[in-house]
């Protein structure tokens, strides 16, 4: 391989005297750099090296999401199973329209007066799993509400407590009251 120099001196374009004062030169301001500590930069090296932390930190981001899609998917198949195995039924062809909020829309099942006033109580809670709704007990629906509490619908139980400025403080709900 031809160097630059050897490339002039072919040309015409510099003599052997010039091009050896050039290259002892350079060999004394390598010599002199090194002995000083500075070190040559190679930029090509630093541009490979950048290139290849860009690199790293992209397929570190890949991984991170894949991981976390991995771990949603987990937590989805523990929700459906516990669903699955907890569910309590609502009553063979339930009567009692039951209605309920479930995110921004009041939904509504079927259910016995039975089934009802458990759900009334708090012992089961309702489920949006699937497209559809299961009723769990208590205990299974705070486990999937530590899992995903957007699918759990808690029913607020009546306060007691009446405002004393309400003009309505006079006029009972009852608790059968259907909405």
Same mark, same amino acid.
């Not at 407590?161 to 003009?167: F, Q, R």
């Given at each position: 391989?031809?160097?630059?120099?050897?490339? =002039? =001196?072919?040309?015409?374009?510099?003599?052997?005297?010039? %091009?050896?004062?050039?290259?002892? +030169?350079?060999?004394?301001?390598?010599?002199?750099?090194?002995?000083?500590?500075?070190?040559?930069?190679?930029?090509?090296?630093?541009?490979?090296?950048?290139?290849?932390?860009? /690199?790293?930190?992209? #397929?570190? =981001?890949? /991984?991170?999401?894949?991981?976390?899609?991995?771990?949603? *998917? %987990?937590?989805?198949?523990?929700?459906?199973?516990?669903?699955?195995?907890?569910?309590?039924?609502?009553? /063979?062809?339930?009567?009692?329209?039951? /209605?309920?909020?479930?995110?921004?829309?009041?939904?509504?099942?079927?259910?016995?007066? #039975?089934?009802?006033?458990?759900?009334?109580?708090?012992?089961?809670?309702?489920?949006?799993?699937?497209?559809?709704?299961?009723?769990? &007990?208590?205990?299974?629906?705070?486990?999937?509400?530590?899992? +995903? %509490?957007?699918?759990?619908?808690?029913?607020?139980?009546?306060?007691?407590?009446?405002?004393?400025?309400? &003009?309505?403080?006079?006029? *009972?709900? &009852?608790?059968?009251?259907?909405?």
């Amino acid at each position: 391989m031809m160097g630059l120099a050897d490339q =002039l =001196l072919k040309a015409g374009l510099v003599d052997k005297k010039k %091009a050896k004062v050039v290259h002892q +030169n350079k060999s004394k301001q390598q010599k002199d750099d090194r002995r000083a500590g500075v070190e040559t930069v190679d930029e090509a090296k630093l541009a490979a090296q950048e290139l290849q932390r860009a /690199n790293a930190e992209k #397929a570190r =981001l890949a /991984n991170a999401e894949r991981d976390a899609a991995a771990q949603q *998917k %987990a937590i989805s198949a523990q929700i459906t199973q516990m669903v699955q195995q907890n569910k309590q039924s609502k009553g /063979n062809n339930g009567d009692i329209a039951y /209605n309920f909020t479930f995110g921004t829309k009041i939904e509504r099942i079927y259910v016995t007066n #039975a089934v009802r006033e458990h759900l009334v109580a708090g012992r089961l809670v309702i489920v949006g799993e699937g497209g559809g709704y299961e009723l769990v &007990p208590r205990v299974i629906a705070d486990k999937i509400a530590e899992r +995903n %509490a957007d699918i759990v619908v808690r029913v607020k139980q009546a306060s007691t407590e009446v405002d004393e400025d309400d &003009p309505y403080a006079d006029f *009972k709900i &009852p608790d059968d009251l259907m909405w």
